[in-house]
């Protein structure tokens, strides 16, 4: 029964998601800003900076962390090392694909379901709380996720075309896999747990999405520690934090559970 | 065999009580009209009923399930017509009446979907998007979505408010033939002909139960026959004279009309027309006053404001 619910509620989802303009947009609108920022600055740092980048006080301690990690790097010429580097660091801005794609889809369903009233009437039906939030969370971060790993093939083959390739094995790392299959569906789901919080006070969409927002700051911050090389994310560190993510996660559910108690969304959601 | 009963059914939100000490019994195949004003806990009522807000007080059982226990039980046997309709409007009628009949279990999900798309006249439409329906039909596909699973009690809020006389007419009837089934119906409305015409037994509420009872048996008990005289003109005499006549208990102008109750309102009939001619009135026709149930109910809410003042 319940994965009948599950799937019924994840297909009408889509359905909703895909005929809506402005969902259907930034669903596919923030992948592509994403990686085409990315590519634009790592190809403008290494045809105009190139090397002589490294010489800066900030390149010079990531990067040293780097040849700690990937010790191969440390027998590159200097502008291939830079992009090395850079590379790498790309890593972690496709976690703003995820935490963008999932908040929006989250916020927007909820919030439309409020506002329309349609929430009232599902929730006088025997579906379980959990069933509609899992449903929900599923629509959104399978989306997520998808325009995640299919921004990082993109990346990958722009990577390619520009000449890049020789430096793949650098690049395409345990750290790499761990990130788009471990830490990003962590991230997605944490952003859209987050999506729910924001939604239950908000009293439209857009609020709710500026609340929660917020996830996208750690994202920020995770990205300067990156690229400042304070500490460099190694398989083991990045495993740790998509471990502490997903403890996040869970805590967040319940949360969300909790926040989505029905009396109060039937009585102070109007 | 009752199907809802109440006790002591209360809920407040913060200070303000939206329903007080609400006690009463529906029994089987009965269509209750729950009546009252705006902010008269209608919505709330029901809201309780149907397990979505418990009660601050008091308990409610519907179909054999405590409305604040066993809740998924009692979803799965009740049907309610929200306030407003709540449908998908990016989504065809069939669409959304699948997705709603899917949290249901053990239903023949495309007959049932079939069924009610038909019963409601929306066959035809079924795969335009909902946004392009007429308010009419819309809460006419939100019927469709109240009954899909066969509920065993049917709440409808306010079923007919914002359609137009046609439309409204159109989901009057469908609840009338809805009543002939048998169904047990809470039907919440401000609109007393609606409650007449479709209700077997009304219940005035304004945050408390003010009274429950027959179309018929509520005007008899708020209204004493009352007799009609209709004169040529308003007479200062005539109601001196008339005044001071015995059985004559309370009397009152009404344009050119006086308004009388008797002791016994056939008998002193004849009494009364000898005095008011012989006093120079010019009788045009007596008669008796009719009371639509609008007046008792704004009777029953104005002695319940005197009571609170
Ligand atoms: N969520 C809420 N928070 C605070 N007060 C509420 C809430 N819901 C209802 N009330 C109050 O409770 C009272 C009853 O409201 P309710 O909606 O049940 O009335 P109603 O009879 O359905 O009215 P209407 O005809 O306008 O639909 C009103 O005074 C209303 O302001
Ligand atoms: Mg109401």
């Known amino acids: 029964m319940s994965r009948r619910r599950i799937r019924s509620i994840l297909l009408k989802e889509w359905a909703l998601l895909f005929t809506d303009v402005n969902s259907a947009l930034i669903v596919t609108l923030v992948p592509l800003l994403v990686v085409g920022q990315g590519i634009v600055y790592i190809w403008l740092a290494s045809k105009f900076a190139g090397g002589s980048m490294l010489t800066t006080q900030v390149f010079q301690i990531a990067l040293q962390k780097l040849v700690v990690a990937i010790p191969g790097v440390a027998q590159l010429p200097a502008n291939e090392q830079l992009l090395v580097l850079l590379l790498n660091q790309f890593n972690f801005f496709l976690l703003l694909i995820p935490t963008m794609t999932a908040i929006s889809v989250a916020t927007f369903s909820i919030v439309e379901e409020k506002l329309s009233g349609s929430l009232e009437a599902l929730l006088a039906t025997p579906v379980k709380t959990w069933e509609l939030l899992l449903g929900k969370a599923l629509a959104g971060a399978i989306p997520a996720l998808v325009m995640t790993w299919i921004s990082a093939g993109v990346f990958l083959l722009v990577a390619l075309g520009l000449g890049w390739g020789d430096l793949s ?12 299959f471990l830490l990003t569906p962590a991230v997605a789901i944490l ?46 560190l990045i495993l740790l934090l998509a471990l502490a993510i997903g403890i996040a996660d869970f805590i967040s559910l319940r949360t969300a559970v909790r926040l989505f108690r029905r009396e109060s969304i039937v009585v102070q959601w109007r | 065999m009752a199907v809802i009963e109440t006790f002591g059914l209360s809920r407040h939100f913060g200070k303000t009580a939206a329903v007080e000490d609400l006690t009463l019994t529906i029994e089987a195949g009965e269509v209750l009209g729950f009546l009252g004003p705006n902010g008269a ?18 308990y ?8 604040d226990r066993d809740v998924e039980q009692l979803h799965e046997i009740i049907g309610i017509l929200t306030q407003t309709p709540g449908l998908y409007d990016r989504l065809s009628a069939r669409r959304n009446l699948e997705y709603f009949a899917s949290f249901y279990p053990s239903i023949e999900l495309q007959f049932q979907v079939e069924k009610y798309l038909k019963l409601m006249g929306l066959w035809e439409r079924r795969d335009s998007r909902v946004g392009t329906f007429s308010k009419g039909m819309k809460q006419r596909l939100a019927l469709a979505r109240a009954l899909v699973h066969e509920p065993k009690v049917l709440f409808l809020d306010e079923p007919t408010a914002g359609l137009d006389p046609e439309a409204a007419g159109e989901v009057r009837h469908l609840i009338r033939t809805l009543r002939e089934e048998g169904r047990n119906i809470f039907l919440s409305t401000h609109n007393l002909n ?15 139960l003010l009274a429950l009872d027959t179309p018929e048996q509520l005007r008899r008990r708020f209204f004493r ?11 200062a005499r005539v109601m001196e004279v008339v005044k001071k006549l015995s059985f004559v208990q309370e009397v009152r102008w009404e344009g050119s009309q006086l308004i009388l109750e008797l002791s016994d309102s056939e008998r002193n009939r004849p009494e009364l027309v000898k005095a008011i001619v012989e006093a120079g009135g010019r009788v045009i026709g007596v008669s008796e006053k009719q009371y639509p149930l609008e007046d008792v109910y704004l009777r029953l809410i104005r002695e319940e404001k005197g009571n609170e003042s």
């Open chain 2, 194 to 208: 609606e409650a007449e015409v479709v209700c077997s037994r009304i219940a005035v509420i304004h945050t408390r």
């Open chain 2, 60 to 67: 409610a059982i519907v179909a054999g399930h405590r409305t």
């Open chain 2, 41 to 58: 806990g209608k919505t709330t009522t029901i809201r309780m009923l149907a397990g979505m807000i418990a009660p601050t007080k008091g």
């Open chain 1, 191 to 236: 952003s859209f747990m987050l999506g729910v919080a924001g939604s239950s006070r908000a009293k439209e969409p857009r609020g709710a999405q500026n609340t929660a927002l917020i996830i996208v700051l750690p994202v920020l911050a995770l990205i300067g520690i990156q690229i400042t090389g304070i500490v460099w994310f190694t398989p083991l």
């Open chain 1, 169 to 180: 094995r650098f690049v395409v790392t345990a750290g790499w896999f761990l990130t788009l």
């Open chain 2, 225 to 235: 026959r009352q007799i009609v005289v209709q004169l040529e003109a308003l007479d």
